[in-house]
């Protein structure tokens, strides 16, 4: 039971890296004739296996390119947010002081914005492009690695061996690498879990309000769009990527969750 | 050698350490006394040089020590310490090896010449444990190897006054007296000066040359351990003297 998340992670990996060279998909070319059909018809290039969308196009494509899109950007945005995130929660934590207070009260002021506004206001402020998503995903995704570590930062610090170094005369920068940043690894990759749920479903929110992805882009928020006027009549082009969607949330939640329980609370001991 | 003047030190409001002087000379073992809350691990942090005094001086050879971020190399080395809590005194994650070779890169005056590997094995002999412990990480360890790899990294570096700050207090009575004849042996052969600081006379009296005494901030009494002991001034030495006999029994006696 304890390895579903990890075998359907696994299915979602494999697909979104490996099925785009299998399946040729173009977003923006349309064929009239094929539109809305139902999952398992025949249609001009073959059968579609999910049906088609309003113009035309292979729902089942969209689903395979929108997993690698999500995956992309999701790692994309935890990478950057982490390593900010850990940068500045470590030296904030470590070195305490003014530096600490701005930061913290830093903290403070962004947290009071709800995230997806920030994000909104970002995304919808530039052109679309995947570099302004991942920029404004990361721009409030930093902030739970900066408190975490922050934490664990503020308490190793006190610790006997990380006393012993300064005793020595290690240099600051080597004691916030080799004595303080290792203790502070598992529960960041909890975290960076849970945050990939987040942003994976963040992005798609975007997408689906228009402001995320290009249309050259194909993004299971969009996907989700197309389908929202034909939900009576043509189920399968919003139900089908929001199922995927949900299994992918899901899933990363429940392994985030197993990640915490295990790494989370040692971390903190430690 | 050190030389500690008028030390205070105030945590907010509350004065932790009120108007100390103190002193060790080369090749003397000062034991300071006191239960704890009394200020003795404040005036030790504060002569390595992580607590910043408010007012007072430390001295080395005459010239005034800053925290220790701030001392040139030569004196930062000068002044070593071994922490009460073993197991927290060496980053669970590195290897022994790697612990010693990290006092070595930071002062490559101290480090030796040659092959670093036998020489961490030799380092290890010196402090009474097997050459194989150097590769176990140190959340191997026991306490009491702990403990002896904290001296080993702190002699690494061939200071000339020693720290021990509880430096047994958290170990077994069994190795309690190992640890202790083990300082007692390389304070011999290493010619340093120790500040030997704990809440245990009876283990201070088997180490000390001179006993200085604290309460509540304040030094009551100093003077040649004989003194201190045979014939306390202090009600408070006294007490401590009362309840370090009571726990005698328990301790294995160790020859100076």
């Given at each position: 039971m304890r390895r579903i998340p990890y075998v359907v992670l696994a299915i979602y990996a494999l697909v979104g890296g490996l099925g785009p060279l299998f399946i040729d998909y173009n977003p923006v070319r349309a064929s009239l004739e094929d539109r809305l059909r139902g999952p398992g018809s025949q249609v001009s290039t073959g059968i579609a296996w999910l049906g088609t969308d309003g113009l035309g196009r292979d729902v089942l494509a969209q689903v395979v390119y929108g997993a690698r899109t999500s995956v992309v950007i999701g790692l994309a945005t935890v990478v950057v947010s982490c390593v900010?995130?850990?940068?500045?929660?470590?030296?904030?934590?470590?070195?305490r002081g003014w530096l600490d207070t701005v930061l913290a009260r830093g903290i403070d002021i962004l947290l009071a914005f709800p995230a997806i506004l920030l994000t909104i206001v970002i995304a919808g402020a530039f052109e679309r492009s995947v570099l302004v998503v991942v920029t404004a995903?990361?721009?409030t995704a930093w902030i739970s690695f900066a408190r975490v570590t922050r934490g664990i930062a503020l308490s190793t610090r006190e610790r006997a061996w990380v006393q012993a170094a300064r005793v020595l005369g290690v240099p600051r920068i080597s004691i916030l690498v080799r004595h303080i940043l290792p203790f502070t690894?598992?529960?960041?990759?909890?975290?960076?879990?849970?945050?990939?749920?987040?942003?994976?479903?963040?992005?798609?929110?975007?997408?689906?309000?228009?402001?995320?992805?290009?249309?050259?882009?194909?993004?299971?928020?969009?996907?989700?769009?197309?389908?929202?006027?034909?939900?009576?009549?043509?189920?399968?082009?919003?139900?089908?990527?929001?199922?995927?969607?949900?299994?992918?949330?899901?899933?990363?939640?429940?392994?985030?969750?197993?990640?915490?329980?295990r790494y989370g609370q040692r971390g903190r001991r430690s | 050698m050190i030389?500690?003047?008028?030390?205070?030190?105030?945590?907010?409001?509350?004065?932790?350490?009120?108007?100390?002087?103190?002193?060790?000379?080369?090749?003397?073992?000062?034991?300071?006394?006191?239960?704890?809350?009394?200020?003795?691990?404040?005036?030790?942090?504060?002569?390595?040089?992580?607590?910043?005094?408010?007012?007072?001086?430390i001295t080395l050879d005459g010239v005034r020590l800053g925290p220790v971020a701030r001392r040139p190399k030569a004196r930062q080395r000068a002044i070593?310490?071994?922490?009460?809590?073993?197991?927290?005194?060496?980053?669970?994650?590195?290897?022994?090896?790697?612990?010693?070779?990290?006092?070595?890169?930071?002062?490559?005056?101290?480090?030796?010449?040659?092959?670093?590997?036998?020489?961490?094995?030799?380092?290890?002999?010196?402090?009474g444990l097997d050459p194989s412990v150097a590769r176990h990480r140190a959340d191997e360890l026991s306490g009491g190897q702990c403990q002896r790899v904290s001296i080993?990294?702190?002699?690494?570096?061939?200071?000339?006054?020693?720290?021990?700050?509880?430096?047994?207090?958290?170990?077994?009575?069994?190795?309690?007296?190992?640890?202790?004849?083990?300082?007692?042996?390389?304070?011999?052969?290493?010619?340093?000066?120790?500040?030997?600081?704990?809440?245990?006379?009876?283990?201070?009296?088997?180490?000390?040359?001179?006993?200085?005494?604290m309460r509540g901030g304040v030094l009551v009494e100093e003077g040649p351990a004989?003194?201190?002991?045979?014939s306390p001034r202090h009600?408070?030495?006294?007490?401590?003297?009362?309840?370090?006999?009571?726990?005698?029994?328990?301790?294995?006696?160790?020859?100076?």
């Open positions: 900010i995130g850990v940068a500045i929660g470590t030296v904030a934590g470590y070195f995903l990361s721009a690894a598992g529960p960041v990759v909890a975290l960076a879990t849970l945050e990939f749920a987040l942003v994976v479903l963040a992005e798609a929110g975007l997408s689906f309000l228009g402001i995320g992805l290009p249309n050259s882009a194909v993004s299971w928020g969009q996907t989700i769009a197309n389908g929202k006027q034909y939900l009576a009549t043509a189920w399968w082009i919003s139900a089908l990527p929001g199922i995927a969607l949900s299994l992918l949330i899901v899933n990363i939640g429940i392994l985030g969750d197993q990640l915490t329980a | 030389e500690v003047r008028e030390l205070t030190v105030k945590f907010k409001r509350f004065v932790a350490v009120d108007d100390v002087s103190l002193s060790v000379a080369a090749d003397e073992t000062v034991g300071l006394v006191g239960e704890s809350g009394s200020g003795k691990t404040t005036v030790a942090r504060a002569i390595v040089g992580l607590q910043r005094p408010d007012s007072g001086t070593q310490m071994v922490f009460q809590d073993p197991r927290s005194s060496l980053n669970p994650l590195m290897s022994v090896a790697s612990i010693i070779n990290e006092a070595w890169r930071t002062h490559p005056d101290s480090a030796p010449t040659g092959d670093r590997t036998m020489a961490v094995h030799r380092l290890l002999e010196d402090v080993a990294r702190a002699l690494a570096v061939k200071p000339r006054l020693l720290v021990c700050d509880e430096a047994v207090s958290a170990l077994d009575v069994s190795v309690q007296a190992q640890i202790l004849r083990l300082l007692v042996d390389l304070r011999r052969r290493h010619r340093l000066s120790m500040l030997f600081i704990s809440h245990d006379l009876g283990v201070v009296h088997q180490i000390a040359d001179r006993i200085a005494v004989t003194e201190v002991l045979g009600d408070y030495t006294r007490s401590l003297l009362d309840a370090a006999l009571e726990l005698n029994t328990h301790h294995g006696e160790v020859g100076k």
